[in-house]
């Protein structure tokens, strides 16, 4: 399978703290996509990172890709109730320009 | 900015019945995708168009399934026969091209009764 998997399933925190996901996929890769989803809603795109990049930021959001390992990190910076959502990876496989999306965390920001 | 646009937001439809989801693109992407997702599993591909014609299908996508790009601006999912295990929430999504980030819509809510 080269769907990602998303750790922790589960994540509440006090608004202003920080909040990292982290992401592992099985296969080479041309990209990864962070997404977030509210709840019965549609996806959002959060940020893209390449194989061959190894941090990007936008914003309150970093990523991180080690392509050796086969992982990705997102982390959001001060945290707000209105980050309260489903967060997933989606990997982009090399040679496919489809996505294989993980199982997502579940981020809950307490006020 | 720029968004990819779905219809029907929900549509109920009997077993057994056709039933076609609508989408429309981001006007200047040139590559479709339709992804489904099951009620509390992960977002699954199911096909994806590129200059009128189908680059890649999942097992998902079986005859049941078309896709179909009417008009330059309309991109459509048809599934002939409707099964219970059809219902799930429907995405359309778009990119400009290879290694760029896909855009999704909101989503087609599909209920097979």
């Known amino acids: 399978s080269q769907q990602g998997e998303e750790d922790p399933q589960a994540l509440s925190i006090q608004e202003g703290e920080n909040a990292t996901m982290n992401c592992s996929y099985k296969?080479?890769?041309?990209?990864l996509q962070w997404y977030r989803q509210n709840s019965g809603r549609g996806l959002v795109h959060l940020i893209l990172i390449r194989s061959n990049e190894r941090e990007k930021h936008s914003g309150r959001l970093r990523v991180t890709l080690d392509t050796s390992k086969k992982s990705s990190s997102l982390l959001i910076t001060a945290s707000r109730a209105a980050d309260t959502a489903s967060y997933f990876c989606?990997?982009?496989?090399?040679?496919?320009?489809?996505?294989?999306f993980g199982t997502g965390t579940r981020l809950t920001v307490i006020p | 900015e720029p968004e990819v646009t779905q219809t029907p937001s929900h549509q109920v439809t009997q077993m057994g019945q056709e039933v076609i989801l609508r989408c429309v693109p981001i006007s200047n992407h040139l590559y479709f995708y339709w992804y489904r997702q099951i009620l509390g599993q992960k977002v699954e591909f199911l096909v994806s168009f590129y200059n009128n014609e189908i680059s890649e299908k999942s097992e998902i996508f079986d005859d049941q399934f078309s896709v179909e790009r009417p008009d330059g601006s309309n991109f459509t999912l048809k599934i002939r026969s409707t099964k219970l295990e059809d219902s799930a929430m429907y995405f359309c999504?778009?990119?400009?091209?290879?290694?760029?980030?896909?855009?999704f819509g909101d989503g087609t809510r599909l209920s097979i009764l």
């Open positions: 999504a778009s990119t400009l091209g290879d290694n760029q980030p896909q855009h």
């Open positions: 989606a990997t982009e496989p090399t040679g496919a320009n489809n996505l294989f």
């Open positions: 296969t080479s890769i041309n990209n």
